[in-house]
């Protein structure tokens, strides 16, 4: 039995490696571009050589923060580096972009009457697709994954440089339902958090932007700013499109309308010191959420603790995105893992 089962499962690894990957045909610049989609296989095929550069690349990763840190001055530990793999992080909203992630984890706390957010040490992660993603925006420049792990040492060193009560801002506009926990913000102070998530999320990226472009050149990378982003568009809007075959379209404006807000802000500031980049991010916020933010910094406190904690978890939720992400996969691609 123990024979027959060994041969059946044989046969199934060798009829999956025969299968196509999930792939979109696109073009980014003029260029013809086949691009695979996040799956198992796939993750199964980078993670050896995402690995290898993760073991080759730690002193230079270092070196990356200490130039990042020195451009925000900031003086804190370096971000808990995390490699993380499988289907529950394969869907992760950045990682299933392409995207690394940062985050600052934060808990909401009560008090002695007081409201306080408490973030602890940053987190960096990458995934397999990552891997695969920055390697096609760069055409396989190596190493492959530091200028998107540039990008989120700057989302990280921003905040810590005194800007946490925007993050906290950015967190409440994705999420109202932090907002609704404020008792001094007002329905109207939530409407205006929900209209401008949007444009608070993008406003947001300008300075990890406007630093990865800097250190890179500083260490001889190439700038792949306006290529990723480019390429992140075009294959969202494939993507809009066939997923609203099957009644699974994302909603909100179009991947390109995003592209072209980024590279609007990215122009604003170019050519700017870190000190004026900071105030351009500052001066677009209060202008849109003046009354918000003037509440939070008089009712909220913020806490930063240098040690490490677990995010909270949103299991269920990736849950829901993994079964629609395979069933959007097997029926527009034929594609199934078991």
């Known amino acids: 039995m123990r024979l027959i089962e060994k041969r059946l499962k044989a046969l199934c690894i060798l009829w999956l490696s025969a299968m196509p990957l999930p792939s979109l045909s696109l073009e980014v610049d003029g260029e013809k571009i086949q691009l695979l989609l996040p799956c198992q296989r796939l993750e199964e095929m980078y993670e050896g050589p995402m690995m290898e550069e993760v073991e080759n690349t730690v002193a230079v990763r270092a070196k990356a923060w200490r130039l990042i840190s020195t451009l925000f001055k900031v003086k804190h530990s370096p971000p808990v580096f995390k490699v993380v793999k499988g289907p529950l992080f394969m869907v992760h909203q950045n990682f299933i972009a392409g995207g690394a992630f940062s985050s600052l984890p934060m808990f909401l706390r009560y ?54 009560d925007l993050e906290f801002v950015r967190r409440a506009c994705l999420d109202l339902r932090l907002a609704m926990q404020l008792p001094f913000l007002d329905d109207n102070d939530i409407e205006a958090l929900r209209s401008m998530s949007l ?24 700038d792949r700013v306006e290529r990723r982003l480019r390429l992140q568009a075009a294959r969202d809007e494939i993507l809009r499109k066939l997923m609203n075959k099957h009644g699974l379209c994302p909603r909100g ?25 900071k105030r351009y991010v500052e001066a677009q916020l209060e202008e849109k959420l003046f009354e918000v ?38 029926r527009e691609f034929s594609y199934h893992h078991p």
Request: charged share 25%; proline share 5%.
């Open 111 to 164: 008090y002695s009457g007081q409201y306080i957010a408490e973030f602890h040490r940053p987190v960096v992660a990458v995934n397999p697709y990552v891997y695969y993603f920055e390697g096609m925006a760069s055409k396989w420049t190596s190493p492959v994954m530091l200028p998107a792990l540039i990008h989120e040492f700057a989302h990280v060193a921003f905040l810590l440089s005194g800007k946490l």
């Open 253 to 277: 404006p179009s991947a390109w309308w995003r592209v072209e807000r980024l590279l609007n802000h990215i122009e604003k500031v170019q050519g700017k010191n870190v000190e004026e980049v």
């Open 293 to 330: 933010i003037d509440k939070l910094r008089e009712g909220l406190i913020l806490r930063f603790k240098d040690d490490f904690v677990e995010a909270p978890s949103v299991m269920g939720k990736t849950l829901e995105w993994l079964r629609l992400w395979q069933y959007f996969l097997e």
């Open 199 to 222: 444009e608070v999320d993008i406003l947001m990226e300008t300075p990890a932007l406007w630093a990865e472009q800097k250190v890179a050149s500083t260490l001889g990378l190439n």
